[in-house]
């Protein structure tokens, strides 16, 4: 049974620059959530998808959005880039409900703004 | 304010001892997740409880209700061991997960 994979595993883009990051769920799973890591904050909450609906967001600003497709696939876009989003993003697929079903990460996707 | 601590933040024991991370939070739950961080950043959930006791191999997560806290042990504990633990809940009444800061074990041979 494949993982959960996410697209690129490393990217380096500069200041003001997109980047749009890719997460396929576990086969079956329909909820997507997706977490910031970060030296100093740690992991927080970005947001989570359930039947291509957005059903949580954390306390982020508007730059990060997302979505899921049909296949339950998810992706991520930070547009203008800044240098403290530099992180580890990871996503997470369940069954149902992130907070209330066992999760199955990612290995992550490591960005590094310059 | 919905929050999460862990204690300790930094662990070093020797390998067989028995290891124990705490847990505490600030309001009623739904859920309690343990997770396992290695070096290079993936994370594996090791548990997911809302009530009583869980075991799996060396690895025990508690949970008690009334007094906010869990704790997760583990017994004859080996270098393999060596990770960062995270606990995560999810509030009552809201949806999404709110994490502790992490306790990073290192287990010496």
């Known amino acids: 049974k494949a993982g959960v994979t996410q697209t690129p595993r490393y990217l380096i883009k500069t200041r003001g620059q997109q980047v749009t990051l890719s997460c396929s769920p576990i086969s079956g799973h329909r909820s997507v959530s997706w977490y910031q890591q970060t030296p100093g904050q740690g992991l927080q909450f970005l947001f989570e998808?359930?039947?291509?609906?957005?059903?949580n967001k954390g306390n982020f600003p508007g730059r990060f959005s997302g979505r899921q497709f049909s296949n339950s696939r998810s992706e991520m876009n930070v547009s203008t880039l800044e240098l403290g989003d530099s992180a580890l993003y990871l996503c997470?697929?369940?069954?149902?409900?992130?907070?209330?079903?066992?999760?199955?990460f990612g290995a992550g996707s490591r960005l590094t703004v310059l | 304010k919905n929050e999460v601590e862990q204690s300790p933040q930094n662990l070093t024991a020797q390998e067989g001892e028995f290891i124990t991370i705490n847990c505490s939070y600030s309001?009623?739950?739904?859920?309690l997740h343990w997770l396992q961080q290695h070096p290079g950043g993936g994370i594996v959930s090791l548990f997911m409880l809302s009530s009583g006791k869980k075991k799996h191999g060396r690895l025990i997560a508690t949970i008690n209700i009334q007094e906010k806290h869990s704790s997760l042990h583990i017994t004859a504990s080996h270098p393999r061991d060596s990770a960062v633990y995270i606990c995560?809940?999810?509030?009552?009444?809201?949806?999404?997960?709110?994490f502790g800061q992490g306790t990073r074990l290192t287990i010496n041979p």
């Open positions: 995560a809940v999810r509030f009552q009444g809201a949806q999404k997960l709110v």
């Open positions: 998808y359930f039947s291509e609906t957005q059903r």
């Open positions: 309001v009623g739950i739904s859920a």
């Open positions: 997470a697929s369940s069954l149902a409900w992130a907070g209330a079903n066992v999760l199955t």
